[in-house]
Every structure is written in structure tokens, then in C-alpha cells.
T-cell receptor, first 113, second 113 residues
Framework: ETGVTQSPTHLIKTRGQQVTLRCSSQ?????VSWYQQALGQGPQFIFQYYREEENGRGNFPPRFSGLQFPNYSSELNVNALELDDSALYLC????????????FGPGTRLTVL | AQSVAQPEDQVNVAEGNPLTVKCTYS??????LFWYVQYPNRGLQFLLK??????LVKGSYGFEAEFNKSQTSFHLKKPSALVSDSALYFCAASPRGANNLFFGTGTRLTVIP
């Protein structure tokens, strides 16, 4: 059974650019959540997707957007990058919407210069 | 505001000694409670969760956690620490029926040989 995978591993962008991060959920999981983990902090919830629709959002501006595809993989898009967007972005999948046990990927380290 | 607190940034313990990593929460209702561990350059790995029932929850790698409703605490424990337990530990809470996890800021555990 393949776990949650994320790509790329590392990414460097400049302020004002746009970025797309990708996540493949664990086999059989239909729910994907995205978290931002700034240096020295705990992860913060960005949003969750269930069966291709957004199902909850944290306190992040609209320039953070996402997609979920029919195979339950997901993308996180961030427009107009700011320096404070530099963080580890974690994707987590769950087998069921009501199951709060989430399985995390290794993350994508985004650096904004 | 909903929050999870981990009052200790750093915990040091000698190998073979018992360890405790503290967590308190301020989340509405009777939340689900979790502990995750993070190794360098890795995502979060699930250790254990409390849903209902016994206040002592047993998890992976010999870890357990004690739920105390009156103190709104969920402390992580292990009877005998190993050097390989050295890592960053996160406590998290999720309101029942919600779809996101609130994380603490993490506690770095160092087990000294």
C-alpha cells in the first residue's frame, strides 16, 4: 500500500510568483487536507477536499486555492507569493470524511525569496 | 479561539527513564485528541488518538497518553525512553464533526544515552 506522496520536495520561488504543489493520497482515501507548517510552529489547517469539493477552510486568504481530482489526488495553488508563505506544506489523507485520523505526506518545503 | 498548548519547547530525559510530554487543549465540545511525531525532513507520523472510553490510550512504539477531562489535558507518556524516540512531538485536537486538526507548537524530545 502506497502512502501519501507529495511533489516537489523542495521549491524556491520569488515574491509575486505563483506555485502549485501536488499530493497523491493514500490508496482508498477520498479526503485530502492541506496544512502549512512555518518554521518552529505547528501545522495550520489550510483547507480540506472531499470528493472533489472544498469541505472546510482555515484562516487563509483566497490566494490559497486547491483542487481535488477524480482519483482523489490534490493540488494546492498559491498566487502572489509573499515572503511569509515560506513554510513546509503538508498534505494529509483520510479514508473517510468523518474519520479524523489523517495520514501525512513528507511535505514540500517552499522558500520564497 | 480554539487552541492546543504544549508548554515545553524542549524535554530532555535519560535513556531508560520514563518520559512525559505535556499537552492541554481549549477546543469546544469533546474533541478527538491526537499525538503525532515528526522526524527531520519528514512528515507527521501518527502515534495515537483518543476518541472515547478509557482515559489511558495505548499507541505505537510503546507510547501511551492519559486523557484528563477536568484538566483538559492529554499528556504523552512512555515508561522507558529510547534514544531513537528523540524527535519533535505534536499534540492535536479536532472538534467532533469538524474536519481539521488544531496543532500545538511542538515539543522537542531529546533522549540522552
Amino acid at each position: 500500500e502506497t502512502g501519501v506522496t507529495q511533489s516537489p520536495t523542495h521549491l524556491i520561488k520569488t515574491r509575486g510568483q505563483q506555485v502549485t504543489l501536488r499530493c497523491s493520497s493514500q490508496s482508498g482515501h477520498n479526503t485530502v487536507s492541506w496544512y502549512q507548517q512555518a518554521l518552529g510552529q505547528g501545522p495550520q489547517f489550510i483547507f480540506q477536499y472531499y470528493r472533489e469539493e472544498e469541505n472546510g477552510r482555515g484562516n487563509f486568504p483566497p490566494r490559497f486555492s486547491g483542487l481535488q481530482f477524480p482519483n482523489y489526488s490534490s493540488e494546492l495553488n498559491v498566487n502572489a507569493l509573499e515572503l511569509d508563505d515560506s513554510a513546509l506544506y503538508l498534505c494529509a489523507s483520510s479514508p473517510r470524511l468523518a474519520d479524523n485520523e489523517q495520514f501525512f505526506g513528507p511535505g514540500t518545503r517552499l522558500t520564497v525569496l | 479561539a480554539q487552541s492546543v498548548a504544549q508548554p515545553e519547547d524542549q524535554v530532555n530525559v535519560a535513556e531508560g527513564n520514563p518520559l512525559t510530554v505535556k499537552c492541554t487543549y481549549s477546543v469546544s465540545g469533546n474533541p478527538y485528541l491526537f499525538w503525532y511525531v515528526q522526524y527531520p525532513n519528514r512528515g507527521l507520523q501518527f502515534l495515537l488518538k483518543y476518541i472515547t472510553g478509557d482515559n489511558l490510550v495505548k499507541g505505537s512504539y510503546g507510547f501511551e497518553a492519559e486523557f484528563n477531562k477536568s484538566q483538559t489535558s492529554f499528556h504523552l507518556k512512555k515508561p522507558s525512553a529510547l534514544v531513537s524516540d528523540s524527535a519533535l512531538y505534536f499534540c492535536a485536537a479536532s472538534p467532533r464533526g469538524a474536519n481539521n486538526l488544531f496543532f500545538g507548537t511542538g515539543t522537542r524530545l531529546t533522549v540522552i544515552p
